[in-house]
């Protein structure tokens, strides 16, 4: 099991920009792929971003690509999402994963692993 808290979220008008952190302990960090999930009111939790153990390969949701960026720093055990020309659509509570295995998967089945979520507001 790994233990991961995020942090970052708060309220920014639309078209602005937010860096969310997520730091890990617990389970050798970077043996294991990580990703960015959301869940907006009234939504599913959904795919966002997945970056690879190495950091090496990334993957998006249609509706951020371009926009927001996965990255990490295995030395700090840390997991971060920049997201820029925010949306009011992007509204949610985010949620950093910890996957079971070391290459990208986009299914929350893949993660066994969930932070407590952060929540980002955008107003128009």
């Known amino acids: 099991q790994v233990q991961l808290v995020e942090s970052g979220g708060e309220s920014v008008q639309a078209g602005g920009s937010l860096r969310l952190s997520c730091v890990a302990s617990?389970?050798?960090?970077?043996?294991?792929?990580k990703g960015w999930f959301r869940q907006g009111p009234g939504k599913e939790r959904e795919f966002v971003a997945a970056?690879?153990?190495?950091?090496?390969?990334?993957a998006y949701a249609d509706s951020v690509k371009g926009r927001f960026t996965i990255s990490r720093d295995n030395a700090k055990n840390m997991v971060y999402l920049q997201m820029n020309s925010l949306k009011p659509e992007d509204k949610a509570d985010y949620y950093c994963?910890?996957?079971?295995?070391?290459?990208?998967?986009?299914?929350?089945?893949?993660?066994?692993?969930w932070g407590q979520g952060t929540q980002v507001t955008v107003s128009s």
């Open positions: 994963a910890a996957s079971r295995t070391m290459e990208i998967r986009r299914s929350t089945d893949a993660y066994d692993s």
């Open positions: 617990g389970r050798a960090f970077s043996t294991y792929a």
């Open positions: 970056i690879n153990w190495s950091g090496g390969a990334t």
